[in-house]
Nanobody, 131 residues
Framework: VQLQASGGGLVQTGGSLRLSCAASGGTLSRYIVGWFRQAPGNERKFVSAISWNGGSTHYTEFVKGRFTISRDNAKNTVSLQMSSLKPEDTAVYYC?????????????????????????WGQGTQVTVSS
């Protein structure tokens, strides 16, 4: 499956953005989908992940309560709603998909932040939060 991330942009502190990850060449419902981000000069880090049916989600502590991940399998998309944005949220955001572990959430969750466990990656979308 090929992934395309979009929705990034420039926003002021406290503002909101909604990122989308659109899939083509396959059915996204087979996959667990995650979001990662890479700030300038830093390594890429895990942000959030969602189970194949949207019933389970996982967030890094830095975004919990501010970001919400969701999916619409009928539209082959996963979204990341970001609110109360801070300058430290500035990064390139990537979506990634995994069908390892049979997409069984309980098996995947301990590995959710492991980039090597994702099969496909989108190209990234820039989010810039001004102070």
């Amino acid at each position: 499956v090929q992934l395309q991330a979009s929705g990034g942009g420039l926003v002021q502190t406290g503002g909101s953005l909604r990122l989308s990850c659109a899939a083509s060449g396959g059915t996204l419902s087979r996959y667990i989908v995650g979001w990662f981000r890479q700030a300038p000069g830093n390594e890429r880090k895990f942000v959030s992940a969602i189970s194949w049916n949207g019933g389970s989600t996982h967030y890094t502590e830095f975004v919990k309560g501010r970001f919400t991940i969701s999916r619409d399998n009928a539209k082959n998309t996963v979204s990341l709603q970001m609110s109360s944005l801070k300058p430290e949220d500035t990064a390139v955001y990537y979506c990634a998909a995994s069908d390892r572990y049979g997409s069984v959430w309980s098996r995947f969750l301990p590995r959710a932040a492991s980039q090597s466990d994702y099969n496909s990656w989108g190209q990234g979308t820039q989010v810039t939060v001004s102070s």
